[in-house]
């Protein structure tokens, strides 16, 4: 059996002598062996730096990046053009449901294919890889795929 595992750094450095309310939320993220380091901040809504990436926007990134590539796996194992995939993916925290976490995450991608790809192959696909999907199967929250597909002449 073979186990993979994947490692993240996070590092601070600032005061929180200052308080609650302004303590610097700015931290750098990183995910070895990858030289790409993240700028990242909490949510404005709770003191962060809007300019900046946060926890739960990655989470919802990780969840519609995942989606993707698990698609486009199986849509070319099916030998299927696809030429293009935007997903405008969101997700809801409600801070008056405790504990508070991210509830649902909906993803909605918008695909785009050749023949001879029909809607009704392309649906069956995307379920196919959402089942599959390791982001989706790792979670509590409830990840919804409400895609709409463009099949070009």
């Known amino acids: 059996m073979t186990v993979h595992r994947y490692r993240s750094t996070c590092s601070w450095q600032g005061t929180t002598a200052v308080g609650y309310d302004h303590y610097d939320r700015g931290h750098v993220v990183g995910a070895p062996p990858a030289a790409v380091t993240l700028a990242m901040s909490g949510d404005a809504a709770?003191?962060?730096?809007?300019?900046?990436?946060?926890?739960?926007?990655?989470?919802?990134?990780?969840?519609a990046s995942c989606q993707l590539l698990s698609f486009l796996a199986v849509a070319a194992r099916a030998r299927l053009d696809v030429v293009a995939y935007h997903d405008d993916a969101?997700?809801?925290?409600?801070?008056?449901?405790?504990p508070?976490?991210?509830?649902?995450i909906r993803l909605r991608p918008h695909i785009t294919a050749r023949p001879p790809a029909t809607e009704a192959r392309l649906r069956h696909l995307i379920q196919v890889a959402h089942?599959?999907?390791y982001i989706a199967n790792s979670?509590?929250?409830?990840?919804?795929v409400e895609p709409s597909i463009t099949i070009l002449d």
């Open 46 to 63: 709770f003191g962060g730096d809007p300019s900046r990436l946060n926890p739960e926007s990655l989470l919802v990134a990780a969840a």
């Open 90 to 98: 969101e997700a809801d925290m409600p801070d008056d449901d405790r």
């Open 100 to 104: 508070v976490r991210i509830t649902e």
């Open 131 to 133: 089942r599959g999907c």
């Open 139 to 144: 979670l509590r929250t409830v990840v919804t």
